[in-house]
């Protein structure tokens, strides 16, 4: 304990006081993470693996394309494919990311329906009503209307939901004080269980 | 970094400091502590009898922020809800899922989860794949999808997310409110918590999400925290409306 709280005040004051000594801790903390990176993967190959001999046909295609990158990967560094990983992200990982990211807008008109549905109250009226303002107002539509949906959704954007998220992060912020605190007294120990 | 910013630093961290030390000197009994009611952590005690009653497993994730990153007590507020259900699922034999979006979060959730079965006296029934990892931080989309793929094969009874994601929430919360799973979720950015807002009303907001021990353990240290945690919310209320005020009539 007293090991991880030495660390812990050395990083803080490094990073106010003497930024190398900081960024050299974090620096290793990176490290780590880079680790418990490659830990994960072993975590996905081996469930999948597991899943592939029950029959599993995804967890076979999940395989197949870890094992496609990784060597294309070997391939890129010994110079026999040029920017290979880069070609199949481009190719494959970007494009099925922004079906999906394209698709979030529906997922959300579709809660809020089911919402209304669920429980008829003026908070779900609001949020349903606020969504489709929203939607109006980032959607090409004839002038009149494109002017009057703008103006309304700037004012909702400016006037309700920026102050919100500053309300929410300035809580999130003060939470994170307190966490830290507890961390950095030795009063909580995530690292001791 | 300038002197003035270093000074602010260090005053609001020794101020917060000695604040924390001194509530938890006046502490009395933890359990004569009134605390606000917050849906959300009623709710999440209840998960786990579903779980026994039903006979299925409780879905957690604590999101997809690296312990070594700037998420990192976010992490760990995730990383404390699913000690609590660890804890209590050895307990009633009704093992969790888990799933993560970082690695270093899988290790720390594998932490998590055998500190319980050790707690328990159960160590053998430790099984360090319940802790799924589905993919790295920056890959949100592919999260969301390996963990909408777990919801429907694992004979899930109730989802909880509690830590750091974003919009792909709304994958998965849809997926599992489709799947009428019960829900608890919560994070600390604001483009999570309006995709979430639709699916349930137990939802952990911002700073909420970090009264998590408090609320759960009750020990005289997080409660000690969370009143610290309320007394810098009003001295930053009290700056904002001095600062408002300030302008308004000086200008």
């Given amino acids: 304990m007293a090991l991880a709280i030495a660390f812990g005040l050395v990083t803080l004051l490094g990073l106010l006081l003497v930024p190398e000594v900081g960024a050299t801790l974090t620096g290793w903390a990176s490290l780590l993470a880079a680790v418990a990176l490659l830990l994960g993967i072993l975590n996905l190959l081996t469930i999948h693996s597991r899943r592939v001999l029950q029959g599993n046909f995804y967890s076979l295609v999940l395989l197949f394309g870890m094992a496609a990158v990784i060597a294309l990967g070997i391939t890129d560094g010994l110079g026999l494919t040029g920017n290979g990983v880069q070609t199949i992200f481009e190719l494959v ?40 303002i929203m939607f109006l107002a980032r959607t090409p539509l004839p002038e009149v209307l494109s002017n009057l949906f703008t103006k309304v959704g700037d004012i909702v954007s400016e006037v309700v939901i920026n102050p919100g998220i500053r309300g929410i992060l300035i809580g999130v912020s003060l939470g994170i004080i307190a966490v830290s605190i507890r961390i950095l007294t030795g009063s909580e120990r995530p690292y001791d269980k | 970094m300038d002197a003035l910013t270093v000074v602010t630093a260090l005053i609001i961290i020794l101020l917060s400091a000695g604040l924390f030390f001194l509530f938890l000197r006046q502490m009395g009994d933890p359990d004569d502590v009134q605390l606000r009611p917050l849906g959300g952590y009623r709710s999440l005690k ?56 970082d690695g270093s979060l899988t290790v720390g959730a594998q932490d998590t989860l055998r500190g319980a079965y050790s707690g328990a006296g159960r160590i053998d029934a430790y099984d360090p794949s319940l802790v799924r990892f589905q993919a790295a931080e920056s890959s949100p989309l592919a999260f969301a999808a390996g963990v909408t793929d777990e919801l429907r094969d694992q004979n899930i009874s109730s989802n909880i997310m509690v830590g750091r994601f974003g919009s792909e929430a709304a994958i998965i919360t849809e997926a599992a409110d489709r799947m009428s799973f019960q829900q608890i979720l919560g994070s600390d950015d604001p483009l999570a918590l309006g995709v979430m807002v639709p699916v349930t009303e137990d939802i952990l907001i911002g700073e909420e999400l970090f009264a998590a021990p408090a609320y759960l353990r009750r020990k005289p240290v997080h409660l000690a925290s969370l009143q610290l945690q309320d007394t810098l919310r009003i001295l930053v209320c009290a700056g904002v409306f001095l600062a408002a005020f300030y302008y308004l009539v000086v200008g």
């Avoid at chain 1, 990211?101 to 349903?128: C, D, E, N, T």
């Avoid at chain 2, 922020?65 to 699922?89: C, H, K, M, R, V």
Wanted: hydrophobic share 45%; glycine share 8%.
């Fill in chain 1, 93 to 132: 990982q970007a494009p099925l990311e922004a079906a999906m990211a394209s698709l979030l807008a529906f997922f959300l008109i579709f809660s809020g329906y089911r919402m209304l549905q669920r429980k008829r109250s003026w908070w779900s009226l609001l949020f349903v009503v606020t969504v489709i």
């Fill in chain 2, 46 to 101: 209840k998960q786990i009898g579903l779980a026994v009653e039903t006979g299925r497993h409780l879905h957690i994730t604590p999101g997809r922020a690296s312990l070594a990153g700037q998420g990192n007590p976010t992490s760990l507020a995730g990383l404390s809800i699913l000690e609590y259900f660890a804890d209590e699922a050895c307990k009633n034999d009704v093992p969790p899922v888990i799933t993560t979006g």
